[in-house]
């Protein structure tokens, strides 16, 4: 067994490096390489020259590692993974101070299968465990990037964890005790599969500190554990059984979950929400501590615990919980300020109350008789937001939520815009209440986003539904359920319905994308309902604009913007209406190479000097069938690349219509012109 200097600074640890290697302290470099059963130092004479040095760490080998007194050298971890493999003890915990750090999180892979080896450090490596036999021990507070448990034994050793994440592979046999504080900062706690696991966390108090995460708990028995979520949703995993459970925040509940001890809400910046998701969950608690401001969904509450709170918040499908009964309160605050600011009233125009905040059951009102200047919501809160009903507020008014991209609110009840109401900011509404939610009453446009997605609340079956000529200038997003808007239309920049449980109601209306780059992009499972709609481009810009329909059917297409000069593509799809153009500049068509686009009628003409072309994406032919019999009468194109069917005497391009080559199908002449000559 040699022991091993890292001098010279600069280098590689890898397994052809020698120049960095000496048998003493700051002495000469080309000692050779290190193995299994040797030992290496990083110290005072490991960074020898001026300024920074970088040391990167690549597939090393090395029986125990020390770093301690380190000046001048930054780690660089990895090239390889594993970065290092360690065959013995670990030891980095030198005090703070700008001796060293690593630049990257390296991997490093423990892989003794003896017993007795101990870990310390202050610094974020990535640990993972992987030796039949083999024994670690903690011998001060411990600071990971990740823990990995795969074979052997780890112990905290009652020294505190710090780490991104905690991990159960699940394919070896492996021991861990945790009997101290453990911080997972990145909230993700894996133990899904508990095969071979033998484990004991009586004595522990794990705490998630994370802007989201997954806490699957394997259905193990636990003592303490804190789920702390900032700005994003936690999920909980398993059967769990917990000796105290608190929640603050967001929580997403996959499974039933035991508390021996006291369950516990800890609302934070965006209130507590906790739910069970698609369906009800059950929490069995001896005893609860439910903090004001606290929602629920799809929850039973059970055990010895009264499940009870004067300002609970109500969002459906909750079992032996008490919640205060919904009311109808009052904006009345003047000038600038927050949702949550002591603004609401019991009655219209009286005094605000805090009381009277309005949870996620009751309704809230914005009329002309309370004072508002703007209501605004911080970047950063999220909030579950109730009926809003602003349909008497003709006088101005400012409704803003951030724009920084980082909050979402959810509107979990019906929404009722005023004449007088100005939207303002780009974070995001999500619509998330599988009961439908209706919007109305918008004669301004809306700013922000709108997203059908269960986002952070986890609900299925998600409903929008525009009850009233609605616009907003950004986008709308179906993922997890149905987009309604019947008989009415509906402006906005694009459209995607990018998972197979989204769902599209457009029957009778007009949809009207505003935007340039994809307006639309459909799932090819997206359920679409959208008999008598039309869907209109509107971009007056040049800038390209695509239509990805993906195979979906809808029924008209209106190519509008009067002023632009754009392309057009569209993907293939069945239209059981018509194909349109309110345009009166040229402007092309691009079809999917290779694939059939159905149409049932086409009215699109050019005019002289301004041809509208008809081409392929990508220069094969691309098909274009008129369904429902009938002919197709049109003048002024330019058409290359295109099959058009039925053959013959169907698709009638006219004579001023320019064939550039390779099209089949099409007839360069008019349809009475046709007939005349083959009378």
């Not at 003794?112 to 903690?138: C, H, M, P, Q, R």
């Not at 259905?219 to 949703?233: A, C, I, M, P, R």
């Not at 949870?359 to 009102?365: F, K, P, S, Y």
Request: net charge negative; charged share 5%.
């Amino acid at each position: 067994m040699t022991t091993y200097y890292w001098v010279g600074g600069n280098g590689t640890w890898n397994a052809t490096n020698t120049g960095n290697w000496s048998t003493t302290s700051g002495g000469s470099g080309g000692a050779g390489i290190p193995t299994s059963v040797d030992d290496v130092v990083f110290d005072v004479g490991s960074g020898i020259g001026a300024g920074f040095q970088n040391v990167y760490f690549d597939g090393g080998v090395c029986r125990n590692f020390t770093a301690a007194s380190v000046v001048g050298v930054s780690l660089y971890g990895q090239y390889s993974s594993p970065a290092v493999t360690v065959h013995g003890n670990w030891t980095d915990n030198q005090p703070g101070g700008f001796g060293y750090f690593w630049y990257f999180t390296p991997d490093v892979l423990f892989v003794s299968t003896t017993t007795g080896k101990t870990i310390a450090t202050n610094y974020s490596l990535s640990a993972t465990f992987n030796g039949v036999g083999g024994s670690w021990t903690a011998t001060s507070n411990v600071n990971l990037g990740n823990l990995v448990c795969t074979n052997g034994t780890f112990s905290s050793n009652s020294y505190n964890i710090a780490t991104n994440s905690v991990t159960y592979s699940g394919t070896g046999t492996f021991n861990l005790t945790l009997n101290s504080t453990v911080t997972v900062y990145n909230g993700n706690w894996n133990f899904g599969t508990t095969t071979g696991l033998t484990y004991n966390f009586s004595s522990s108090t794990i705490t998630t500190q994370s802007g989201g995460g997954t806490f699957n708990g394997g259905g193990l028995n636990y003592s303490t554990v804190n789920l702390n979520v900032y700005g994003g949703s936690s999920v909980l995993i398993g059967n769990n059984t917990f000796g105290n459970l608190t929640i603050k925040d967001f929580v997403l509940l996959s499974n039933n979950q035991t508390v021996t001890g006291t369950f516990t809400t800890n609302p934070g910046n965006e209130f507590a929400v906790v739910s069970g998701g698609a369906s009800q969950k059950t929490i069995t608690a001896a005893t609860v501590s439910l903090s004001d401001f606290t929602s629920f969904f799809n929850i039973n509450g059970a055990g010895a615990a009264s499940w009870s709170g004067s300002f609970l918040g109500n969002m459906g499908g909750n079992t032996g919980i008490t919640f205060p009964a919904a009311k109808t309160v009052y904006w009345n605050l003047a000038g600038s300020a927050e949702w949550t600011d002591n603004g609401w009233a019991a009655t219209s125009g009286g005094t605000p109350n805090p009381i009277y905040f309005p949870l996620v059951q009751d309704t809230a009102v914005f009329d002309n008789t309370g004072s508002a200047g703007t209501v605004y919501f911080s970047d950063g809160r999220y909030l579950i937001l109730p009926n809003i009903d602003m349909s008497a507020r003709t006088t101005a008014m400012t409704f803003s939520t951030s724009s920084g991209g980082y909050t979402a609110q959810t509107i979990w009840g019906n929404f009722t815009a005023g004449s007088g109401v100005t939207f303002i900011g780009t974070d995001s509404f999500y619509f998330s209440n599988p009961a439908t939610t209706n919007l109305s009453g918008s004669t301004n446009a809306f700013s922000q986003p709108f997203i059908v997605s269960g986002g952070a609340v986890g609900s299925v079956g998600c409903s929008l539904n525009i009850s009233a000529n609605t616009t907003t200038n950004n986008s709308l997003s179906i993922f997890n359920g149905t987009f309604s808007c019947i008989g009415k239309t509906f402006t906005c920049l694009t459209i995607d319905t990018n998972t197979s449980s989204s769902a599209l109601n457009i029957t009778n209306s007009t949809i009207n994308l505003s935007g340039d780059g994809t307006v639309f992009y459909g799932d090819p499972a997206t359920s679409v309902v959208a008999t008598g709609s039309t869907i209109a481009f509107t971009n007056n810009t040049t800038n390209q604009k695509a239509f990805y329909s993906n195979g979906l059917t809808f029924n008209s297409l209106a190519f509008g913007g009067n002023t632009s000069i754009a392309n057009y593509y569209i993907s293939q799809g069945s239209w059981t209406g018509t194909w349109s153009s309110t345009k009166t500049t040229a402007f092309n068509i691009y079809l999917e190479d290779s694939q059939i686009t159905n149409v049932a009628n086409w009215t699109i003409n050019g005019s002289a000097g301004n041809l509208v072309g008809l081409y392929s994406f990508y220069g094969s032919q691309a098909t274009i069938n008129k369904t429902g019999g009938g002919t197709v009468n049109t003048n002024y194109l330019q058409i290359q690349n295109s099959d058009a069917t039925p053959p013959s005497a169907t698709w009638f391009a006219g004579k001023n219509s320019l064939n550039l080559g390779n099209n089949t199908g099409w007839v360069f002449l008019s349809d009475s012109k046709f007939l005349t000559l083959f009378w």
